[in-house]
């Protein structure tokens, strides 16, 4: 089965802070990414990786940085966390075969910035 | 802009009905449509999926009807069960280069016994 974990489940952080969301795929998928989910917004991308080394902007990019050291970790950062990135952040890895990508998500992490 | 929009936002039925999620989007270059469910606590789980040559892709209970000229489609759910309580989210990609998702918003499903 699939796996994609995410830590930690629950964060709270202080603005101006630095946060670092961690995320582990063993699905040996070369596609990662980093979504985070809002009332009235859905899911939106932030960032996304086609393998270790990689990182590329998503659609809010703003405020974040991507690392993907290796094939199975990709990592989210605050470097200065704000009120307004007050979300619940999914990690997921796809499964790029033929273009009808299927992703694969963690449980998520809920992020408090206070 | 909302690239991919669906309606209505919540839904409520009853045990045994059949549940109607619309979905439309606005870029015509999409032509891969996944449907994904999402739990309460934890992440989307991808449902079922449609490609745009087709007009209709069943999977069991779950039914994704397509109208490429009008640039919508919708997920039917037959005899819905308490278990399907949950949210779903229709998703849009295209198929050149890399994949980028675009979700709507979601819609909110309560199947009352």
């Known amino acids: 089965e699939a796996a994609v974990t995410q830590s930690p489940r629950n964060k709270v952080a202080v603005t101006g802070g630095k946060v670092t969301l961690s995320c582990n795929q063993t699905n040996n998928h070369n596609n990662m990414y980093w979504y985070r989910q809002d009332t009235g917004h859905g899911l939106r991308l932030i960032h996304y990786?086609?393998?270790?080394?990689?990182?590329e902007k998503g659609d809010i990019p703003d405020g974040y940085k991507a690392s993907r050291p290796s094939q199975e970790n990709f990592s989210l950062i605050l470097e200065l966390a704000t009120p307004s990135q007050t979300s619940v952040y999914f990690c997921?890895?796809?499964?790029?075969?033929?273009?009808?990508?299927?992703?694969?998500f963690g449980h998520g992490t809920k992020l408090s910035v206070l | 802009q909302q690239q991919v929009r669906q309606s209505p936002q919540s839904l409520t039925v009853w045990e045994g009905e059949t549940a109607i999620l619309n979905c439309s989007y606005e870029?015509?270059?999409?032509?891969?449509f996944p449907w994904y469910q999402q739990f309460p606590g934890e992440g989307p789980a991808l449902l079922i999926s449609i490609l745009s040559v087709s007009n209709k892709k069943e999977d069991g209970r779950f039914t994704i009807f397509f109208n490429k000229r009008e640039k919508k489609l919708s997920l039917h759910i037959a005899d819905s069960q308490p278990g399907d309580s949950a949210t779903y989210f229709c998703a849009a990609s295209t198929n050149t280069g890399y994949q980028n998702f675009y979700f709507g918003k979601g819609t909110s499903l309560t199947v009352i016994p």
């Open positions: 990786s086609y393998g270790a080394g990689s990182t």
């Open positions: 997921a890895s796809g499964d790029a075969g033929g273009g009808n990508e299927r992703l694969f």
């Open positions: 870029n015509s270059a999409f032509d891969y």
